[in-house]
Structure formats: C-alpha cells, structure tokens
C-alpha cells in the first residue's frame, strides 16, 4: 500500500503522502476532532520529553508532532509542503526587514535588543 511513493519526495511530502495512503484503507480519524486530540497527546508526549531531558525522546516525540501536523494538513487538504514553504517566504521577507532596521540605525543586527527585533519584525507584517 505504500510502496507507491515516490522516493525522492521531501520528508514532509513524504509524511502527507504516508497518511494519505493509509487514509485510502480506513486507517484514519474519523473526524478532525481526533486529528486535533492526536496532535495535543504528542505534544503533551513532547513536553514531558523535554522536561526529562531525553535528547532521544525529544527527536522522537517531535517527529510525531511533525507527523501530526502533516496530518491534520491533510485533513484540511492542505499541501503541507506548500504551506511551509509559504512560511519560509515570509520569514525570510521579516527577517530580512530586521536586517535593514539594524542596518539603518547603524548597528550590527546582534546589537539589537529582542524588542526592537520584535517591533521590526510587526511593521515588516504590515
């Protein structure tokens, strides 16, 4: 059943396609309230990890929260790929308009307080 994916899609892709496989055969929530319970339990999962201090748990448990998102992506019929990459786009635009605030007040970027980060980066979502 899942042999059928391509082998050189994105990890994420990768995960959409996965879910959206066994979703064909009924292995799936049957409706999105679960996907959102699925989503809270590993990121409850993942905190505790984090509070152990776990390195292995942490990469473990946020894998299966990546996995959850991908999912309720999937759910919502969303290219989770294309979301994100829609986020990259608009992160680097942002972050880049932090680069030109420190820049023009004549400071290196990391002599920027958070807060004036923080304020850069709220005009740059305008």
Request: a negative charge.
């Amino acid at each position: 059943m899942l042999d059928g994916i391509a082998p050189n899609l994105s990890d994420l892709a990768t995960a959409q396609q996965l879910t959206k496989h066994a979703a064909r055969v009924g292995f799936n929530w049957p409706d999105i309230a679960q996907v959102w319970g699925k989503l809270q339990e590993e990121l409850t999962e993942l905190e505790a990890e984090i509070r152990g201090g776990n390195r292995s748990g942490i990469a473990a448990e946020l894998g299966d929260v990546l996995f959850a998102v991908v999912n309720l992506a999937r759910w919502l019929d969303v290219d989770a790929e294309g979301a994100l990459r829609a986020t990259n786009a608009k992160f680097r635009y942002r972050f880049s308009a932090i680069e030109q605030g420190a820049r023009a007040s004549g400071r290196p970027l990391a002599a920027l307080r958070l807060d004036e980060m923080e304020l850069l980066w709220v005009q740059a979502k305008r």
